[in-house]
Each structure stands twice: as structure tokens, then as C-alpha cells.
């Protein structure tokens, strides 16, 4: 669901998650960034672990079926995010449109920077 990460008064988890419901405006006609964790991420533990190494899920760039559509781009499909980064796409739902959602933690996406907006762009189709 959409919400707020925010410190909890008890501390007895360092964040609390508040959901809300608003809708962030767009400001740009690029997509923006959002970085998010996966339980098995590419991190230092995964990577030398042999028995979950291979947990670590495809890196993918998640997006929302109507920007996907609008970009003509299908599930699968090859895109290029930010101007260097090719990912296959995963269509999902549950991403805010006008949103890409990557990985957070994973060699691919490691020099991604953190910036706001990014441009996605189809580079070929799935297969």
C-alpha cells in the first residue's frame, strides 16, 4: 500500500510504517525513481552464502501497465533506465503510475544514482 516510513515513539523498531492515501503530483514528464529492498538482495551476506545465493531475485525495472503502454513497452521487454541501464520490465499494478520501482542492493543497479526522475526508454522486446 502506499504510506510513510517515520521513527516509532517506543523505539522498539527503529522505523513504523503509516499508511496514506494521497496522491503525489507530477511535476515532470519523465518516470520517478523509487529504490526498493528485496529480502534477498545482493548484499555481502547473499553473495557468500552458497545455500541463498541463488534466492536472489532477476533485476528487473517494475512499472505500471498504463505508463508501460504508453512507452509501447510489454512485459519483458528490454529498457534502457536513465540512459545506460537495460533491464527487462515487470508490469505491475501495483506500482504508482508515473513510478519505476528497481531494486535497491544489487550489482546492476549499483551505479544508478539517486536522483528523482529518470527517462525509460524501449530498447527492444522480450525474447
Do not use: K
Not at 94 to 118: H, I, K, W, Y
Amino acid at each position: 500500500g502506499t504510506g510513510v516510513v517515520v521513527p516509532t515513539a517506543a523505539g522498539s523498531q527503529p522505523l513504523g510504517y503509516i499508511p496514506m492515501d494521497m496522491a503525489v503530483p507530477v511535476v515532470t514528464d519523465r518516470l520517478t525513481l523509487h529504490f526498493a529492498p528485496s529480502l534477498y538482495d545482493d548484499g555481502v551476506t547473499t553473495r557468500h552464502a552458497a545455500s541463498i545465493a541463488g534466492l536472489v531475485p532477476e533485476v528487473v525495472v517494475s512499472m505500471n501497465p498504463r505508463d508501460a503502454s504508453a512507452l509501447a513497452v510489454n512485459d519483458g521487454d528490454v529498457v534502457v533506465v536513465g540512459g545506460d541501464l537495460e533491464l527487462p520490465v515487470r508490469l505491475d499494478v501495483e506500482v504508482p503510475q508515473g513510478s519505476v520501482v528497481l531494486p535497491f542492493n544489487q550489482r546492476a543497479t549499483a551505479g544508478v544514482p539517486a536522483v528523482a526522475a529518470v527517462d525509460v526508454d524501449r530498447l527492444r522486446g522480450a525474447g
